[in-house]
């Protein structure tokens, strides 16, 4: 199959080089030029681990490669898959369609012979239509289908899920594109994972039921994580009663600061609006979306009251800045609320983060950006974990502790335990939904004999 890939962000560029894999000869387009020109040097614009290896090794083999040009990439393709961005619009949340109605007028210009149109970006419900209707207009001899074919994959994970994945959803009107999409799929399908054929707009929605469902999991637990915090209960051993339950199922269900990402923001906030617009409210999600901004705001305060309040002057280190470990994605991460709101109550912040430096320096202006956690601890009046990267999770507590000003701990990811801080010798530690331990008073502020290293 000769497959066009439009858009080579996180999906469009996940899927290309494993079409490529699968063996297919694809070509991924974008329209920036800076993307590309890095793409054809060799180089990845995202941080996904193991793209850089599996993309290097498809073009190698000459079946993998990248142009600015979405006519040449057009040309004789079998399929074009439409993987850009679905932004929330400013104003009304709901889903921004420019770019993928865009592809849509620029691809209908450059079909050749017969192709399935697939939209694997999120779209809601009669994108797809819009699509098909789009395309026939701008070009009234064009020769194609359309397909939806929402894609699930995790960042961080973006490969195994691609290559391993739960299920596969195809919505096509026709039997001709459901043959071009099973014989893209073909090599999943022969390794039995399965694949699930609906209409267009059933595929469309499930996509977005899906989401949905998980924030809607996700935000469940932080709020049984705040009421545990008032009950004396441990969030962390409710999540394991609850996830024994097969029913229930153990994942999503890890208290934290809230979700954030490419993702589920939008997502949820673009079936809220789907359902107002049809007159049927989706409350469950509308609350959903209340919820998790209060567990984000609810953060701030945690670390404020770590404190006792008073932040003004403290110099704060902060772990972990993008919304999820293994990725260098800042969209909508909890840091975006937290890190702001110290730094708006005078606090210095320092941050540490394995990848989402680059992404996050233009996005978190004033903080002052570290190597390594120890360094960042240095001298600090506390230290909070916002991303459970891998190296954050088995930290020398007591050396960072020792080397802190007032050693105070807000454990925003649950990695570690009041028993493992307390030995340590902090004399604060806060977690999500399990008791706090507050021994001593932090200091107060005080001008630095020494200027702040990272300053
Ligand atoms: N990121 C995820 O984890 C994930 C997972 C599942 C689904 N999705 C969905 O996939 C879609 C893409 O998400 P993403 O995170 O990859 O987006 P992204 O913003 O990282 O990438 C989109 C790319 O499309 C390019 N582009 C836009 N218009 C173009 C055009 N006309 N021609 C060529 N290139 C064009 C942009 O330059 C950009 O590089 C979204 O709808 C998203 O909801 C994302």
């Excluded at 000459?62 to 399929?79: M, Q």
């Excluded at 070009?139 to 939806?148: G, R, T, W, Y």
């Excluded at 706090?436 to 290293?453: G, Q």
Aim: aromatic share 6%; charged share 25%; proline share 5%.
């Amino acid at each position: 199959m000769k497959i066009a890939m439009i858009g080579t962000g996180y999906v469009g560029l996940v899927s290309g080089v494993c079409f490529s894999d699968f063996g297919h000869d694809v070509i991924c387009v974008d329209k920036d030029p800076r993307k590309i020109e890095t793409l054809r040097a060799g180089g990845v614009p995202i941080y996904e681990p193991g793209l850089d290896l599996l993309m290097a090794k498809n073009v190698e083999s000459g079946r993998l490669s990248f142009t600015t040009n979405l006519k040449e990439a057009v040309d004789g393709a079998d399929a074009v898959f439409i993987a850009v961005g679905t932004p929330t619009r400013r104003g009304d949340g709901h889903a921004d369609l420019t770019f993928v109605m865009k592809a849509a007028e620029e691809i209908a210009q450059a079909l050749t012979g017969y192709a399935v149109v697939v939209t694997k970006s999120t779209v809601p419900v009669g994108t797809n239509r819009q699509v098909k209707e789009t395309i026939a207009r701008a070009n009234p001899k064009a020769d194609f289908d359309v397909a939806s074919n929402p894609e699930f994959l995790r960042e961080g994970a973006a490969i195994d899920d691609f290559m391993r994945p739960d299920r596969i959803v195809v919505g096509v009107q026709n039997d001709r594109a459901a043959e071009v999409m099973s014989e893209i799929y073909r090599p999943l399908y022969l390794r039995d994972f399965p694949i699930l054929t609906t209409d267009l707009e059933s595929a469309e929605m499930i996509k977005y039921a899906a989401n949905a469902f998980l924030a809607t999991k996700i935000t469940f637990i932080n709020e049984i994580a705040a009421l545990c915090e008032r009950t004396g209960a441990d969030v962390k051993l409710v999540s394991q009663g609850m996830g024994l339950d097969g029913r229930i199922g153990n994942k999503f269900l890890h208290a934290g600061p809230g979700y954030g990402g490419s993702c589920f923001p939008k997502d949820t906030k673009a079936l809220a609006r789907i359902g107002q617009e049809y007159g049927l409210p989706m409350q469950i999600t509308e609350t959903v979306i209340k919820v998790n901004e209060e567990t984000r705001r609810r953060m701030v305060d945690k670390v404020a009251d770590m404190l006792d309040g008073k932040i003004a002057g403290k110099t704060i280190a902060v772990l972990g800045v993008t919304f999820k470990p293994n990725t260098d994605d800042m969209r909508e991460a909890p840091s975006l609320t937290v890190i702001p709101a110290l730094i708006g109550g005078g606090a210095k912040v320092r941050a540490v983060d394995p990848q989402g430096h680059r992404e996050a320096v233009d996005l978190l202006p004033g903080v002052n950006w570290l190597d390594d956690a120890y360094e960042a601890a240095k001298d600090a009046d506390a230290l909070v974990i916002l991303t459970e990267w891998n190296e954050f999770r088995a930290l020398d507590l007591k050396r960072l502790a020792e080397g802190m000003r007032f050693a105070a701990l807000a454990d925003l990811r649950n990695i570690y335990s009041s028993r493992d801080a307390k030995r340590a010798g902090f004399k604060r530690y806060v977690s999500v939904g399990r008791t706090d331990f507050v021994e001593a008073t932090p200091p107060e502020v005080r001008e630095p004999v020494v200027a702040d290293p990272a300053e």
